[in-house]
Structure formats: C-alpha cells, structure tokens
T-cell receptor, first 113, second 113 residues
Framework: DAGITQSPRHKVTETGTPVTLRCHQT?????MYWYRQDPGHGLRLIHY???????DKGEVSDGYSVSRSKTEDFLLTLESATSSQTSVYFC????????????FGQGTRLTVV | KQEVTQIPAALSVPEGENLVLNCSFT??????LQWFRQDPGKGLTSLLL?????REQTSGRLNASLDKSSGRSTLYIAASQPGDSATYLC????????????FGAGTRLAVHP
C-alpha cells in the first residue's frame, strides 16, 4: 500500500467552526489532491497541489482552503463548517505526468451538526 | 465539460459468472483511464491503469479495455467470486497536466455464493 495517512479518520464538529484535515505521504510524490465523496455525486475534486506552496482549485472548492508547506503534507481547511460539507474526504497522490497510478488514503468521515 | 458515466449502477450475480462493467466518457482527449475498487467504508484501491495509447490492460482475472475514439472502457471480471463484491469506479485524466481525476458514480457489485 502507498504510504498515505489521513487524520483524523472521523470527526464530528459544529456548524460555524473551522476544521483542518491532514494528509501525510511518505512516497515523495509531487501531486496531491483532496476529493470529497457524496452519495449520488461520486468523487469530486476540491483542491490539488503540484508542488510545495503550489495549489489550485478543483470543481467544488467554495468554503475550502488548502496549504502545502512540505512535500509530504497537504492540509484541507473548512473555514466555517456547514452541514453541506458533511462528507467523506479522500486524499490522493500521484507522480509525474499521468504515467503512474493515483493512490488514495483511507478517508476522513466528517459530520457537521 | 468531461462527464463519466458507469452502467449498470448496481449488479448482483451468482458466483462464477463472467462480468462486464461499462464506463463511458464524453471528451476523448484523455491522458489515461484508471479503474478502482472501493470496499464499504474504505479508500480506493487502484486496479488497472490504461494509457491513452493502449487498448487494454490485464491483471489476473481482470481485463480492462479502452476505445478512446468512442469514449468507452470496459472492465471484464472472469469467474467472479464473493470477494469481488465491492464498488468499482472508473476515472479519466484529461490531457493538459496535473493528473486530475474525473470519476464516474461507480457500479456496486454483489457476488453471491
């Protein structure tokens, strides 16, 4: 298994609070991604990173921010959590230009009450 | 905008059957296509990666084909087993960089003894 660790694995938080999810990799892969998975929508890209301090928005980026200060860590922050952000969040990594597979973490189940 | 569709959404078969799962995409300008497996409550496991220049890939009882011009891929599972029960996801990477995946909603497979 690829070395990807997501933390926490489960979290319950209140509406309006900030939340940070962490993704840590030991593979030294250049690209890192945050996806969310919801019933009826499949997986959708939130943000991605193509290098340290290089990030960009994905399809569903509103209400989220990211940071990557080291190759191995990619943080996803919900600035003010809402019930619509209740979801399962997956971190993924890949390397080079599409010549290798993408690998996924085990996911973080976030519930906003 | 690239859209990925998987048919059928769910499938229930007896053990031993050969299966075909279908994936279609609207934009043929893809870099590669990847098939994943997801068990309930778990992350995604990569099964097969097909580059846009390839026609098929095989791994054990799994065979994936790609017809880029018609926007279709199929995942063939030979001699299905109860352990194959899972959700199968197809995802494409568009040409243009960053290896961003666009997912279908998946096919939920149940193989019963």
């Amino acid at each position: 298994d690829a070395g990807i660790t997501q933390s926490p694995r489960h979290k319950v938080t209140e509406t309006g609070t900030p939340v940070t999810l962490r993704c840590h990799q030991t593979e030294n892969h250049r690209y890192m991604y945050w996806y969310r998975q919801d019933p009826g929508h499949g997986l959708r890209l939130i943000h991605y990173s193509y290098g340290v301090k290089d990030t960009d928005k994905g399809e569903v980026s509103d209400g989220y921010s990211v940071s990557r200060s080291k190759t191995e860590d990619f943080l996803l922050t919900l600035e003010s959590a809402t019930s619509s952000q209740t979801s399962v969040y997956f971190c993924a990594i890949s390397d080079l230009a599409g010549d290798t597979e993408a690998f996924f973490g085990q996911g973080t189940r976030l519930t906003v009450v | 905008k690239q859209e990925v569709t998987q048919i059928p959404a769910a499938l229930s078969v007896p053990e031993g059957e050969n299966l075909v799962l279908n994936c279609s995409f609207t934009d043929s300008a893809i870099y590669n296509l990847q098939w994943f497996r997801q068990d309930p409550g778990k992350g995604l496991t990569s099964l097969l990666l097909i580059q846009s220049s390839q026609r098929e890939q095989t791994s054990g009882r799994l065979n994936a084909s790609l017809d880029k011009s018609s926007g279709r891929s199929t995942l063939y599972i030979a001699a299905s087993q109860p352990g194959d029960s899972a959700t199968y996801l197809c995802a494409v990477v568009l040409s243009g960089g960053y290896n961003k995946l666009i997912f279908g909603a998946g096919t939920r497979l149940a193989v019963h003894p």
